[in-house]
């Protein structure tokens, strides 16, 4: 739905603030809305369509993926354990397999007989079998939860029969495709269970996930950029109104943010790189972090914020990360030290895109795997496409909303998406 903006001189930075801190509470207020509360709804609107004309440019496929892989766990047990039977008597199985055999005698007679109630008959014997079933589960249960004879919990009687989740990632399904037809990409909702209560994080969001065949951490670091530049000049060209509307309540700097990233080749610097300037900084007494500052850390906010606003004063693109605090599925380098990995760095936001180029190397893969304590019973179809032919490819992924932060000037991620989910709210 595409929104009107009606700006109005009665609208001042108090009252914007106030109806942003006003819905933040009361969710339900934003689709009543048509000025402060709806203006985050356009430009995330167009940002959405446009994002898909330019990736569509260059992939071949679109995948709308709802992966169940690891985080937030799936389950109907819980709520059946609410309404479980309760376990029943020796002598009440007794007669519950005594009436289950009587009834198949009937079945039986019925048959033979050819009378009319056959249909009758049959309902009643599935009736009792699915009681005595039931009952029999209950034998096996501990607080209405199926339990295996070891006590733990027999997920062959949950929904999806094994221990299933919601994903932050589509990005293992999306390299299937992607070795079969060269370039997709997915955009769904993703979830994450980290318990992270701050302005940058959500528990559901959504994500843009590009893969890449026949490429390399040079390809993906440039179709990163390419993909950002296009963004920002989409808004710039078509969402002006919008634009200046946050420009005068949000964030003075939101239009000369996105004409720097529009028109600024992005830096690249290693992450050793990286390292090294923090640490020169910190000796100089130029800036102190509250995270400390060594080879071999996963840089914080803090650290990312510095270097794009402070140090480079642009968007970089930092790559090649220890391996130890990256995934198993990036591509070690011949140091044995780092993995092909990048994020994009911006102004204000920090970490805006986090991509890699995947490992295709099966050897390598399965020592990883070993590497990170990750068993390869559940990765053997992932270990697959790579043992029966496999190319060189990469991807990157997205998270929308921070796009729509960084874009808008937003400080907080909850106001970028319609009904924020986030660790102990979930009213809608």
């Known amino acids: 739905m595409l929104l009107r903006l009606r700006l109005s001189s009665a609208w001042d930075e108090e009252s914007f603030s106030l109806g942003l801190a006003n819905y933040a509470e009361n969710q339900y207020y934003r689709t009543q809305t048509s000025e402060a509360n709806s203006a985050v709804t356009k430009p995330q609107w167009l940002l959405d369509a446009r994002q898909h004309h330019q990736l569509r440019n260059r992939a071949d496929l679109i995948l709308q993926l709802l992966c169940v ?96 989740f919601l994903t932050v990632s589509g990005q293992l399904q999306a390299e299937m495709y992607a070795c079969a037809l060269t370039n997709v990409y997915t955009f769904g909702p993703t979830f994450r269970a980290e318990n992270s209560n701050t302005i940058r994080h959500l528990a559901e969001f ?98 990312e914020k510095y270097l794009a606003d402070t140090v480079f004063k642009k968007p970089i693109i930092v790559y090649n990360y220890p391996k130890d605090i990256k995934a198993f599925y990036m591509r070690l380098n011949d140091d044995e030290k780092t993995v092909a990995a990048m994020d994009v760095l911006v102004p204000k936001v920090g970490e805006l895109i986090g991509g890699s180029q995947r490992e295709e190397r099966l050897d390598v893969l399965e020592r ?44 907080n991620i909850r106001e970028s998406i319609p009904l924020p989910r986030w660790p102990d709210h979930a009213d809608f």
């Open 368 to 411: 990883r795997l070993k590497e990170c304590g990750l068993p390869e019973e559940p990765y053997q179809w992932y270990l697959d496409l790579r043992r029966y032919g496999t190319v060189p490819h990469a991807g990157f992924g997205l998270g929308f909303e921070r796009l729509v932060l960084f874009t808008t000037g937003l400080e």
């Open 69 to 164: 892989l690891q985080t937030l766990q799936v389950t109907t047990l819980l709520s059946q354990a609410e309404s479980a039977a309760p376990k029943p008597s020796d002598e009440q199985l007794k007669t519950m397999r005594h009436d289950v055999a009587e009834q198949g005698n009937c079945v039986r007679e019925a048959k033979k007989e050819k009378r009319g109630n056959l249909a009758q008959e049959i309902e009643k014997l599935e009736s009792l079998k699915e009681r005595l079933k039931i009952s029999e589960t209950a034998l096996t249960c501990e607080g209405g939860i199926p339990r295996q004879p070891g006590g733990s919990i027999d997920y062959t009687q949950d929904f999806f029969g094994k221990p299933s």
């Open 206 to 303: 959504w994500m843009i996930e590009p893969e890449l065949a026949f490429a390399d951490l040079i390809d993906d670091m440039n179709c990163a950029e390419d993909y950002v530049k296009y963004c920002c000049r989409w808004l710039l060209e078509h969402c002006m109104e919008d634009m200046k509307f946050f420009e005068r309540f949000v964030d003075k700097t939101c239009l000369d943010r996105l004409k720097l990233v529009a028109d600024t080749p992005f830096g690249r610097v290693s992450y050793t790189e990286c390292i090294d300037i923090l640490l020169e900084s910190i000796e100089q007494g130029k800036v102190t972090f509250k995270n400390p500052v060594e080879w071999g850390i996963d840089l914080a906010t803090e650290h």
